[in-house]
């Protein structure tokens, strides 16, 4: 099987595998309050469905695997799913598997998924005001996200990162009190530009609150020392005083990274996309379901790959934002 570069000579590691389009929170810049319907169950991957994928591409040269969602931990086998990945062999040796959550279910969870062979665990958590917290994601559960976080770190996942969406006069003026809380805990907290993914595409570049603003903010509070190394990882690092603390800023409007983009993603219904904003999508789960070899399924995943652009575009005369909503992309 041929390595995955694409035609700008990217290598690609990364595989992001949505595992459920299903949430158990409604974020208002992720999903609408009402209506969205979920994908009917006859087309999910099942779990042999899925790893089948997953070995072929890890066979192919990925590195890493992040689950995501939608909310993964609302996938009743996740345990199971998070074990057969881990176990899977490639070129580079297993893969090392993360998953991004809302953390709702860490609590019960974090132990079993760490003893099945997750490295690593990133927790969404924009607010730490309760009222906030309920008016942004539709639902009051901030105790049981704090509950999971202090989960995930018990079980021994280290550093715990926590993602926040940065939003003009909505969580904007919690930048500092964000990280002062993660460095308190020894999470990572990383702050992420609200990308054109809303369900009501009415995401506005000029209202977005960017890179730059991030930085002056904390920058009040904190020295801030940039740090070096990043490769193709999507956040920028910096060291908050005298460390050992880091803050991310993950600005892929502002600040896009796709010269080192490393990733595809995976879709709970067995779409490969080469891009979050890519408009087209290649069926894997077709290719698989009738039947194709592993030399057959490695080659749509090429023919994918060859179709990726050099950017995402955002900005670009003639931008238009993926139908899909986020939650049936995955992060």
Request: glycine share 10%.
């Amino acid at each position: 099987m041929s390595a995955l570069v694409d035609g700008f000579g990217r290598a690609h590691r990364d595989l992001r595998i949505s595992l459920t389009d299903r949430c158990s929170l409604r974020c208002t810049y992720c999903m609408p309050e009402q209506g969205l319907p979920w994908l009917p169950r006859p087309s999910m991957l099942s779990t042999d469905e899925l790893v089948r994928v997953a070995a072929v591409l890890v066979g192919m040269g990925v590195s890493e695997i992040r689950l995501t969602g939608g909310e993964p931990l609302l996938r009743a086998d996740v345990v199971d799913v998070v074990a057969r990945l881990a176990a899977l062999e490639g070129p580079h040796g297993r893969p090392e598997l993360s998953m991004t959550t809302n953390g709702l279910r860490l609590a019960e969870l974090a132990a079993p998924l760490r003893a099945a062979g997750l490295s690593r665990v990133n927790v969404s958590l924009d607010t730490l005001d309760p009222d906030r917290f309920a008016r942004l994601t539709r639902r009051d559960r901030l105790p049981d996200v704090l509950t999971g976080l202090a989960a995930a770190t018990e079980a021994g996942f280290a550093p715990v990162k926590v993602n926040a969406v940065v939003m003009r006069e909505v969580n904007d003026d919690e930048v500092v009190d964000l990280v002062r809380f993660a460095l308190r805990h020894g999470y990572q907290m990383r702050f992420i530009e609200q990308m054109p993914l809303d369900p009501d595409h009415r995401w506005d570049g000029a209202a977005m609150v960017t890179q730059a603003e991030i930085l002056g903010r904390l920058r009040s509070a904190f020295r801030l020392t940039p740090l070096d190394g990043r490769g193709a990882a999507p956040a920028r690092l910096w060291q908050v005083d005298d460390g050992p603390g880091t803050v991310g800023v993950i600005a892929s409007v502002t600040a896009p990274f796709c010269a080192a983009c490393d990733r595809l993603r995976l879709t709970a219904d067995g779409q490969l996309r080469s891009c979050l904003f890519a408009r087209t999508e290649t069926d894997l789960r077709s290719a698989v379901r009738a039947g194709a070899d592993d030399d057959a399924i490695a080659g749509a995943v090429a023919a994918c790959l060859a179709g990726k652009r050099a950017g995402h575009g955002i900005g670009e005369p003639g931008f238009v934002q993926p139908e899909r909503p986020m939650s049936a992309i995955g992060g």
